[in-house]
Each structure stands twice: as structure tokens, then as C-alpha cells.
């Protein structure tokens, strides 16, 4: 693993391998343990998308590593201003020992890590977000102690996360089904990998009918919101509530990468009663990220 692009970039053994370590760092900070696994490493951390978790959880991540984060937005860098992927890979490949970056297309991310010496982690794209659907996967398991034979549902819109989602859980041996709006589906190249092993319904209910973990998002993401309206009104129906959940097994879980937008695609009191399941998603998230640098940027087995 050279580099993490998207979740098709990971075989099955790979996500179980950051999620091990994951699991180890997350034992480790709870109990005072330092995995200064990457002393003296810098990490820039490329920004043109706003970011509460993913420029928190890499900055502090890294620095637990024993390393150094350069938060670097799009008005601070020549790359905002017409420098070309290539050169920006090159030069910051000569400063630094790994590159997150954060931004728009999945073919920026690409051919930045085709020209950059260094690895290069996708802290998401319009296409995927491979770090949140690891903490979503690490958090399943945290809860119910296994991945194999769950069965997922995701609502809502066919978005970056539900790409991911669908790759990270069919590598896992999960079951997954996906609840959308007409012409709102997955990434036909997602589709495409799935095959037959994922159930699409336009009925919500059918997708959460005996479902072990229950997963939304919202419904406009950034660069989306000269579609708000629109959005709001064909998404209504796939609305993570009460009656929904209590279609689901008993002992199910809910899972938001967050921010929540309570009261559209999650109600308050599912929210709420779902609460301690959805903020440990946004805590591993640390510990994911920090595996995946300590694997890509070091040596985790030291």
C-alpha cells in the first residue's frame, strides 16, 4: 500500500491491518502509551474543502505520531493560483514525508499521487472518503465485535461516503444495501464493483428491515447548494426516524459522519439516542488516520 486514493485501493487484509492498529492506538492514548512512531515526520495537509474532523483529527494525529502537520489551504499555496498538480507534487515530495489532501475531484488526488515521491492520503473527494468509511468500519466493530455477515444500510444520497461505504463493506464479507432517491445512486463505477452483492431499493424501508447499523449523511454537501431546495424535497423520504429504526434489529447501530443536519436527514431524538455511537465514529477517526500515516509514512511495527 502505497498510497490511499479510495477504498478500492485497500484489499479485505488491508482494512483489517489499520483497523488492528487503529484498535491499538486507540488502547494505547486511553492508557498514556506515546506510538511516537513517526519522530521527526511532517505531514502537509492540502485544504480546499473546510474541514472541522479531518484537519483536527490528521493535525493532532500526527503530532501523537511525533511528527509535525502544515496546514496548507488553497490561498496559501501557489496550487490555488494555477501551479500545476505536477510541480506542487514534486516540490512538496522534496520538503515533507506524506500529503493529505482535501478538496474537489478524485482526479487531483490521483495525479497528485502519481507524480508525488511521497504517500498520499485522500482526506476526501467529491467521489470518495476512505479515512471516515475506516473509522465508520472501526466503530461497527467496536460494537458489535465482528464486520463479516453484518448487514448495512446507508440513506439517502449516493454521495462520497456511500461509494466508500460500499467498497470498505463488500471487501469485509458485509451484507449492503443502499436507499436512494432516483438519480441519486452510486458512482456507476461503484455500481459496477458491487455487481449483484448489493441490494439498491428507492423505499428506504426496505433496505433497513433487520439491518445491524443504520448510516446517513447529509443530503447537500459543499458545492451542492444551488441544490438545497431540490434536494430537501426528494430526500425527505429517506429521513432516518423512529419508525424507520424500529425496523432495524433490535441492537442496531447509527452511524453520521457528521455535521448532522438535525431534523432533515436524522431526527433529533435518533440522533440523540444514537449519540455515544456517532461521536466515537468522529474519535476514530484520529486513531484510523494515524494508523494509516504510521503504515504509510513509517514503520508501525517498531
Known amino acids: 500500500m502505497k498510497h490511499l486514493l479510495k477504498m478500492a485501493d485497500l484489499s479485505g487484509e488491508d482494512i483489517i491491518k489499520i483497523l488492528d492498529l487503529a484498535d491499538q492506538m486507540k488502547y494505547n492514548k486511553t492508557h498514556g502509551i506515546e506510538h511516537r512512531l513517526l519522530e521527526g515526520k511532517s505531514l502537509a495537509m492540502i485544504f480546499t474543502k473546510s474541514s ?5 483529527s490528521f493535525e493532532v494525529g500526527i503530532g501523537q505520531l511525533g511528527g509535525r502537520g502544515l496546514f496548507l ?3 496559501d499555496i501557489q496550487l490555488g493560483r494555477g501551479e500545476s498538480i505536477e510541480d506542487t507534487a514534486q516540490v512538496l515530495s522534496r520538503y515533507v514525508d506524506g500529503i493529505m489532501i482535501r478538496t474537489f475531484k478524485q482526479s487531483d488526488v490521483e ?9 498520499v492520503i485522500n482526506g476526501l473527494t467529491d467521489y470518495a472518503h476512505p479515512c471516515q468509511v475506516l473509522a465508520d468500519l472501526m466503530t ?4 458489535l465485535s465482528t464486520l463479516a455477515g453484518l448487514t ?20 469485509c464479507e458485509m451484507n449492503m444495501r443502499v436507499a436512494t432517491p432516483k438519480g441519486y445512486e452510486p458512482h456507476k463505477d461503484v455500481l459496477a464493483f458491487a455487481g449483484d452483492n448489493i441490494m439498491l431499493a428507492n423505499d428506504p424501508r426496505e433496505v433497513v428491515t433487520g439491518a445491524d447499523v443504520v448510516i446517513t449523511d447529509v443530503w447537500t454537501s459543499m458545492g451542492q447548494e444551488g441544490e438545497a ?6 430526500m425527505r423520504p429517506f429521513q432516518l426516524n423512529a419508525e424507520l429504526m424500529s425496523l432495524a434489529n433490535p441492537s442496531a447501530i447509527v452511524q453520521h459522519c457528521l455535521p448532522a443536519h438535525k431534523g432533515e436527514e436524522i431526527t433529533l431524538d435518533v440522533f440523540n439516542s444514537h449519540a455515544n455511537e456517532i461521536y466515537d465514529e468522529a474519535e476514530n477517526r484520529l486513531h484510523v488516520q494515524k494508523a494509516i500515516m504510521a503504515l504509510l509514512m513509517g514503520n508501525a511495527d517498531e
Open 73 to 75: 489551504s488553497g490561498n
Open 152 to 171: 448495512v444500510a446507508f440513506l439517502g444520497d449516493g454521495s462520497n461516503v456511500c461509494n466508500s461505504l460500499i467498497v470498505g463493506a463488500l471487501k
Open 229 to 234: 431546495a431540490e434536494r430537501l424535497k426528494v
Open 52 to 56: 472541522t474532523r479531518t484537519r483536527v
Open 140 to 143: 461497527i466493530r467496536e460494537y
Open 111 to 119: 495525479e497528485l499521487a502519481k507524480y508525488a515521491a511521497v504517500p
